[in-house]
């Protein structure tokens, strides 16, 4: 059997995951995301880790098979897609994570007045149904609950790639 993950977090989660589960499976390599969807609904790549928003037009149209999400709970977009945990996999988490980002002299009061908006912004419902309606769910945090959570993601997925032999590309 073959694969592809997109590079990042979700290569990682799914080399732990083949580590977890004993099996090997072959990385194909892409440089198009449109092959990917091809050479997936053709039946030549067998399995494929990819951000759930891209692949449920595909997953409605009958192409192909959504077998779970990464994340700790259901999408709602997708709600009838067990998570990785509920399909047999308990400890597996790969979700995602996008923030916002600034230069690291930005003024302290300027980069806490920028979160609270944005938690702000994250509450309302209309922003809550075009996040879901892409599969994703805002967690509004503070700067330092953010940086948290980098630094625990930093530590697990940089021990994944420590396990796999992985370096980082220059």
Do not use: C
């Not at 592809?4 to 995301?33: C, D, E, M, R, W």
């Not at 759930?52 to 700790?72: E, F, H, P, R, Y």
């Amino acid at each position: 059997m073959n694969y592809h993950a997109v590079p990042g977090a979700p290569y990682l989660a799914y080399l732990a995951f083949q580590k977890g589960v004993g099996i090997n499976t072959t990385f194909v390599p892409y440089n198009s995301p449109a092959n990917v969807i091809s050479d997936l609904t053709e039946s030549r790549l067998h399995i494929a880790v990819l951000p759930l928003a891209s692949m449920l037009g595909i997953a409605q149209g009958g192409k192909i098979k959504l077998l779970a999400v990464t994340n700790d709970r259901r999408s709602p977009t997708a709600a009838h897609v067990p998570t990785m945990g509920e399909a047999g996999y308990p400890g597996f988490f790969g979700g995602g994570l996008l923030g916002m980002f600034a230069p690291r002299d930005m003024p302290s009061e300027v980069r806490e007045k920028i979160a609270l908006d944005m938690r702000t912004v994250l509450v309302r419902p209309e922003v809550q149904a075009r996040l879901a309606n892409l599969g994703l769910t805002a967690r509004g945090t503070t700067p330092s609950e953010f940086a948290a959570i980098l630094e625990e993601q930093r530590t697990k997925w940089a021990a994944i790639a420590q396990a796999n032999s992985i370096k980082p590309q220059h």
